[in-house]
């Protein structure tokens, strides 16, 4: 975390959006020099001469490489049909956001704060504009002592909706007709609590549970489209604690957005393939076949821009709330940073021509990245994982068909690099492997990181694919295979006599 002076700056940056907005970087350039730079670098770097900025009406010419931004991700109807073409979607309802927080969890007063600031945040204004949902949204924060938490006994997703549900009528609150109540409930969550961690299969990963009520309430409170939004970062046997407020914010904003973007009978703005063993096959689910879907065969907008942060300032009050900037099919359409609210640094990031790539069981492929900014910037770290693959989440999961000879690059605008895929042999018919190739660059109040994801299916050799094998059990080179005129040619002197 950078010091509050700083910080202050920083917010003194945010609030002044006539200042074109350019890149921070540490390397004083002619190029990226402008007031906005000039202020933060004269606190950081106080040896660094303040340079001239470059007139106004005439920035430096720059163009982002030739790149792809990452897939648009469609809405559903009630089937499971892509709206558009489908007509039949609903349209999305205002947001009433409830905060159910304990008093001794971590930050609990700032959360209150949080909790309020949210809704009239440039962040929420942005993200609802993103995807037509009405405003303003209305907040209530109900502060507890008897949150069930998840370190002890077993606890399942009806359990907290019936906790919602005595606390928010005993705290007056009534059902919100033309409404999407969204709880979000911070609690307190052991990831190696055993019979099984967390309150469904997603262990302590914070996600946003649908709310299915109960007859009775049905009629006093919950709406058909209620969600909970539910922050389980923090684990309190894990000492000391790792949990920060900024971890707290952004996590549950993450879930607060994607309540508010897929939830059944609403919005359902997703990737998703109801054949998550078989992502490279657009199952008919939409996803069309993308190597974005993660192995749940689903994948939600603010998962899309991963790493994305945006801080506000907190009124009456030092400091910022961070959030996690969300995707955005109109900014990712128009090719430059897919995600909002607009970032005050330049965006980075890599693409690949193709989604996927086929590659002979046992044999390598190489596969051409370029990476790409909006802006001139000092260069970004890129590092690849071997991230997916078929039979990962099995008991026991099954070993990665892939492996990666080079891990990380420097990258830059216009830098093109190929990673170098190589695949393990006697695979099973259909295997593949998801990389993922992550840009990251530290920025101060910025962004952390950016994802692309790229597929290889591995195919079963054919005979073509065998190596060439002489009679006389000679091995021609790998060039030559079994079966190709070049094979015949070497084999001709091999016979055997
Ligand atoms: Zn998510």
Redesign the pocket.
């Known amino acids: 975390m950078p010091n509050r002076w700083v910080r202050l700056l920083f917010t003194t940056t945010l609030l002044l959006p006539a200042f074109p907005l350019r890149g921070q970087s540490h390397q004083a350039t002619l190029t990226d020099a402008g007031p906005v730079k000039d202020i933060a670098m004269s606190v950081r770097l106080s040896d660094t001469p303040v340079l001239p900025a470059t007139s106004p009406g005439a920035p430096p010419k720059f163009d982002p490489a030739d790149h792809r931004n990452p897939p648009q991700v469609p809405n559903h109807d009630a089937n499971g049909r892509t709206c558009p073409p489908h007509q039949d979607c609903p349209p999305a309802l205002k947001l009433r956001i409830i905060s159910i927080i304990p008093n001794s969890f971590p930050f609990a007063t700032d959360l209150e704060q949080f909790g309020n600031a949210i809704v009239t945040s440039a962040w929420m204004v942005q993200f609802n504009a993103a995807y037509d949902i009405p405003g303003p949204a209305m907040a209530r924060i109900i502060k507890v002592d008897d949150m069930p938490d998840l370190n002890q006994g077993k606890k399942e997703v009806s359990d907290y909706r019936d906790y919602i549900f005595k606390k928010a009528r005993a705290a007056g609150i009534e059902k919100a007709e033309h409404h999407q109540t969204i709880y979000v409930l911070y609690i307190p969550c052991d990831d190696k609590h055993l019979p099984r961690a967390g309150m469904d299969s997603f262990g302590c990963s914070s996600?946003h549970p649908g709310i299915d009520p109960t007859a009775q309430q049905k009629d006093k409170l919950f709406g058909p489209t209620d969600s909970m939004a539910v922050m389980l970062g923090f684990n309190p046997r894990t000492q000391p604690s790792t949990i920060t407020l900024d971890s707290a914010t952004v996590a549950a904003s993450?879930?607060l957005a994607?309540a508010a973007t897929d939830t059944k009978g609403l919005l359902q703005f997703k990737l998703h393939t109801d054949d998550p063993e078989h992502p490279y096959i657009d199952s008919g689910s939409n996803a069309g076949g993308s190597p974005w879907v993660r192995e749940s065969g689903t994948v939600?907008l603010?998962?899309m821009s991963e790493g994305a942060r945006v801080s506000e300032p907190r009124q009456g009050s030092t400091g910022m709330f961070t959030y996690p900037r969300i995707y955005s099919n109109k900014a990712s359409k128009a090719g430059g940073d897919p995600a909002v609210p607009p970032a005050s640094f330049p965006y980075y990031n890599v693409s690949t021509d193709q989604d996927w790539v086929s590659v002979t069981a046992g044999q390598s492929v190489e596969i051409p990245v370029t990476a790409w900014s909006t802006q001139s910037i000092d260069s970004w770290d890129v590092n690849a994982r071997v991230a997916r693959w078929m039979g990962h989440t099995a008991t026991p999961p099954a070993a990665a068909p892939c492996s990666l000879s080079t891990k990380r690059w420097d990258a830059h605008n216009n830098f093109k690099f190929n990673v170098r895929v190589q695949t393990t042999p006697a695979q099973p018919a259909g295997a593949w492997c998801i990389l993922n190739l992550k840009s990251s660059k530290s920025v101060p109040f910025g962004d952390e990181f950016h994802e692309w994801f790229v597929g290889v299916i591995i195919r079963p050799p054919t005979p073509q694919d065998e190596p060439c094998v002489c009679g006389d059990g000679f091995k021609a080179g790998p060039a030559a295979k079994a079966g190709t005129e070049a094979c015949e040619h070497i084999c001709r002197g091999h016979e055997r006599h």
């Open positions: 996600h993450h879930e994607e939600e603010a998962d």
